[in-house]
């Protein structure tokens, strides 16, 4: 039926249909948030559009079940596009928030919709970074087996509701409730206690997080060999013999990490080549990168204040002198280091014959061994610096 119709005294004239003229966009569009999951953004979309979580999945075509943790893992290119042409949002802004493909794959937790006790969960959260959020999502990080704390906190991650001990499930959520609520029971996850966690756990999860990112996008023998030893950790604590780090609930991966922070760092350290090994075990002795990267910057900061004679810089820098300058400083860093490290066995009751990482720090902090071993700079453009 198209054209006018003559009624008595008015004309009809159909038009066409409402969503043919405006936007094919969604009513609300929102803007993912920093480190947000994928399937977090899609559980705030859904509700920002006055759809349940549960009923969202048909929307895109999908069935029911963890269908948004799923397409965390593998987002299919009709689903991408769809999402970006309902959304405006940027393709490559929906692709970064998949855990697709990373060097992380290997430490991701897995989808599991009812975890028995001390089985892991798909998900982890802190309640306090929920409750400090104006919008409270879900971060890429919580994913992550090796990560059992909050860096900003300080207490420990959660992986279930503490009222109906369920895992999170905003997936199969019926209501128009934001994700903070227990898809299960309605608790608020914001209220929750924080978990508690030693502070050598802590920072032996600040060492491994920094680690993994040194590390692993190098995809090199030695990520897999530092993957293989993060998968092995609660065979390491002597936790369990029969899982890996993935299997574990965080409460349980709590207790692991207390554990190995309490012995030797050679469960990571040790057996390795000695650039690892040492890398490793300064990171793991410091409690992270960036403390280790403190500790040089002061002793850079003593050896500048210790009373030198003046004398005249020669015209443009030395940067002989300079290295020369840099390996001295490094060795002395290597013999803090030792003195840690024998400070450390002392404590620990470790035999230096059992301690093969003993010989690689000794080596390194030899000054003779640091000028063969690292070699000198080149001048780009020229010829190699002559020594100073
Ligand atoms: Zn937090
Ligand atoms: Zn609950």
Known sequence: MNGQVTGAGFNIELRERYGNLVSDRWPVSIDPLPDELLSSWLHRLAIANGIAPRSFAS????????????????????????????????????????????????????????????????????????AGDAMPYFRRKWRIASRVSCFEHRCGLRDRCPACRSGIATFNQTELLPQHYCAKCGFDLRAAPKASISVAARQLDRSVADLCRLELPTGSRTAKDLIARLLRAPVSAGISFAKTLTTLSTSARVRCFEQLAADSPDWLAGNTDAATAYRRWAILVAGGHEPLIARFANLLEKHQESPRPKRSSPAGADRAALFEAYLRVMCVEGVRAQRDHVEYRHQHQIGESDDKRCVIVDRRVNSADCADTVRRPTVSGGAPDKPG
């Not at 987002?75 to 970064?96: C, E, F, N, S």
């Not at 599991?112 to 998900?123: F, H, K, P």
Request: net charge positive; aromatic share 4%.
């Open 59 to 130: 929307v895109l075509g999908l069935g029911v079940g963890m269908w948004s943790s799923r397409l965390d893992l593998a987002l299919p290119r009709h689903v991408a596009v769809l999402l970006g042409h309902r959304t405006a949002i940027a393709h490559d802004t929906i692709l970064k928030m998949t855990m697709t493909g990373g060097a992380l794959a290997p430490l991701l937790l897995p989808l599991r919709e009812n975890a028995r006790r001390n089985r892991s969960t798909w998900m982890q959260y802190c309640p306090s970074c929920l």
